[in-house]
């Protein structure tokens, strides 16, 4: 009887995949009826794995047993086996990644499905013939398109919204965030990863494509992969039938579902690159730069000489009302203080141009007085333009006299913040190693605790101050068992209840902030807004308030893209209630403080007065109501014309029109 011996490679195999089959049979429970809504399929998915997983051991075991345990030779791989590999892998790679990310295939339509696995085909074949070698191309592919999977899956499922290119720009800040939260295994991950392990295994055993014995050969087929990988980028680029198919991401998160993640991605590159609006000069900007510096210098000169005030601008992470309808009465609840507010207040509620993630966008909206209406909701502006950004609300108030001091009590490099505020005009940064010994909720600095910070900053510093905070008290992950919520909902959902809870605690550390600086002698200016709604998913929306943010009716949907504001003084100033945007709520903070304005802020008051609010996604026109972009020709004209003008401040810094957005020097 021949005797049974296992090479080194088969007992690697036997234990990954022992390791494997022992992983399954743990989190059975994923599979069961009761996790995925009764659906059998799955169940028949989980008997499948194990088949394959007993299949690619057998296998294994049999091999051995034919060689002996030899170790096995380098072969050519034969053309059927290269054919039958080109047509397996490309396949497999983009479902299994589009398993990962959704577990539902069938909303992708047969031309999307086609066009990701010929890009999938062609990274098969640039790998293949760059490394001379199936092994490699197969074992890279499927690391890559399931680490690719992976990362889309979490991130949607935390924020909502999926990665784009210009989150790469970021890796720290995205890293940071996803640390929030628990990676628990999902059946999807777990099945593409027992599928591309079995792929991998199984056709490894056929052969593998070993050098030629010419060197010019190799060096061909190298340098036949790089130019192919070439082709393929700058055809995919330069394609307007690629962009048309897939369209421009205006709901990232449906795109990403129903278009498919690779293609969705591969096309957030393109949007990347930021196109010129139409009409756009350099000399148009000049022209209207002369016009407006003659408004500004005159709405300088007749600003009354009084004690400038300390001004801090508040950014609450996530501070938002859920109850959209007000239906549930939850405001009185968790913000009962700021719903209260209303002697020498100005408040409503402030468009915002994303959903459940995208803080930096938010940040950069206000602090620069420019919107993503330029953008799209792939770009992250401080990632791409932060060092570009020296037209800022900081520098303005420092070139009239203030100390200007940034704080976010979070990783410090989160979002390119060090270089970007350096350039925004900020003298100080404090970041979380500033708050050493302070308190915190789950595992964040609490509000109450960052707000006590910004306290001690107006109270020594002896020039007016402005402070700009993001917080991070209320960020994403409300899981947090050891967090008792404080907050009842009419709908069983903790992660809700928790957020409701968090919010309650952000309400009752503003009272205790307005109550300090309303027994202060320095005149003091505040305004505080949040950045996006938080992502709690369907499941709580879609019952709560009865419709989610993707609802066809833009009066609706838009109501999750707007959050409570308020500016409020420890002086006079007139009581208003209404709703901007976050492009203008910079400007109207400057002009309740007295602050001098640039040429850009007086044409932008003027615009203010013909288009009331606008985001990336909609505007609310004058008489109240809101509008899809390209539905008034008026109002596109105008804000094609602002889309010049910050495509001058922000992008085109070359020729950018210095006089249009410094103060002007008085006359």
């Not at 005797?3 to 007992?11: E, N």
């Not at 791409?384 to 203030?402: I, T």
Request: charged share 20%.
């Amino acid at each position: 009887m021949k005797q049974m011996k296992i090479s080194r490679s088969g007992i690697i195999r036997i234990a990954f995949t022992a390791a494997a089959e022992i992983y399954l049979l743990i989190n059975h429970k994923l599979f069961g009826r009761g996790v995925n809504g009764g659906k059998m399929t799955w169940i028949f998915v989980f008997l499948g794995l194990q088949l394959l997983l007993l299949g690619t051991l057998a296998r294994a075991l049999y091999r051995d047993y034919k060689t002996g345990g030899a170790k096995p030779e380098k072969k050519r791989i034969g053309i059927i086996h290269f054919l039958l590999s080109l047509l397996v892998y490309p396949v497999i790679w983009h479902f299994g990644t589009e398993l990962i990310v959704s577990e539902e295939l069938g909303k992708i339509s047969l031309e999307h499905n086609l066009m990701s696995i010929g890009i999938c085909a062609a990274v098969f074949l640039i790998l293949f013939f760059l490394f001379h070698s199936l092994r490699v191309a197969s074992l890279a592919g499927c690391i890559f398109y399931g680490v690719f999977g992976a990362v889309e899956y979490y991130t949607i499922a935390f924020r909502s919204i999926p990665v784009m290119y210009s989150d790469l720009l970021d890796v720290g800040a995205a890293a940071t965030v996803m640390g929030g939260y628990s990676l628990y295994p999902t059946k999807g991950l777990i099945t593409v990863a027992v599928v591309f392990y079995a792929a991998h295994s199984n056709f490894l055993m056929r052969g593998d494509r070993v050098p030629g014995t010419k060197r010019w050969t190799n060096l061909a087929g190298r340098a036949a992969a790089v130019a192919a990988a070439i082709l393929l980028v700058v055809g995919i680029g330069r394609s307007a039938a690629f962009t048309e198919s897939v369209g421009n991401l205006s709901r990232p998160l449906k795109n990403f579902h129903q278009i498919g993640s690779q293609l969705c991605f591969i096309q957030s590159i393109k949007n990347a690159q930021i196109r010129m609006p139409e009409g756009y000069s350099p000399a148009a900007v000049e022209k209207m730069a002369a016009e407006y510096k003659e408004k500004a210098v005159a709405y300088n000169a007749a600003l009354k000489n009084e004690d400038r005030p300390n001004v801090i601008a508040i950014m609450d992470e996530s501070f938002s009302d859920i109850d959209v309808t007000g239906a549930h009465h939850l405001r009185e609840q968790n913000m009962p203080f700021v719903s209260s507010m209303k002697d020498n207040t100005v408040k409503g509620s402030v468009m915002v141009s994303t959903f459940g993630g995208g803080t930096g966008r938010s940040e950069f909206e206000f602090n620069t007085d420019a919107s993503m209406h330029l953008f799209d909701s792939s770009t992250s502006p401080y990632a791409m333009f932060g060092q570009k950004l020296k037209y800022a609300l900081a520098s303005q108030l420092r070139d009239q006299g203030y100390h200007t001091v940034a704080i976010h009590p979070h990783v410090r490099t989160n979002y390119n913040r060090p270089r970007t505020y350096e350039a925004m005009g900020f003298d100080e940064y404090l970041s979380r190693e500033d708050f050493e010994g302070a308190e915190r909720i789950r595992k964040y600095v609490s509000d109450e605790a960052a707000f006590e910070k910004i306290t001690e900053i107006t109270d020594k510093t002896e020039e007016p101050a402005f402070v700009f905070m993001v917080t991070m008290q209320n960020h994403g992950g409300y899981d947090d068992t050891s967090f008792e919520s404080t907050v009842d909902l009419e709908v069983d959902d903790a992660g809700a209840k928790q957020f409701a809870s968090l919010i309650r605690l952000s309400d009752e550390a503003v009272k205790k902030m307005i109550e300090h600086y309303g027994k202060s002698d320095e005149k003091t200016l505040i305004v505080f807004f949040g950045d996006h709604f938080p992502s709690l998913g369907g499941a709580f929306y879609k019952p709560y308030n009865g419709f989610t943010k993707d609802d066809a009716d833009i009066e609706k949907s838009q109501l999750y893209y707007q959050t409570p504001y308020f500016i409020w003084a420890n002086y006079d100033i007139p009581e208003e209630e209404r709703l901007t945007s976050l492009n203008y709520l910079g400007l109207d903070m400057l002009k309740l403080a007295g602050s001098r304005l640039t040429p850009y802020q007086m044409y932008l008051s003027e615009l203010q007065e013909q288009v009331p609010a606008f985001s990336l996604r909609l505007y609310n026109g004058t008489d109240g109501k809101y509008h899809s972009f390209g539905t008034d020709e008026k109002v596109d004209a105008l804000l094609n014309e602002y889309d010049c003008v910050e495509y001058n401040m922000v992008v085109d810094t070359r020729h950018r029109c210095e006089e249009m957005f410094r103060l002007p020097e008085s006359q």
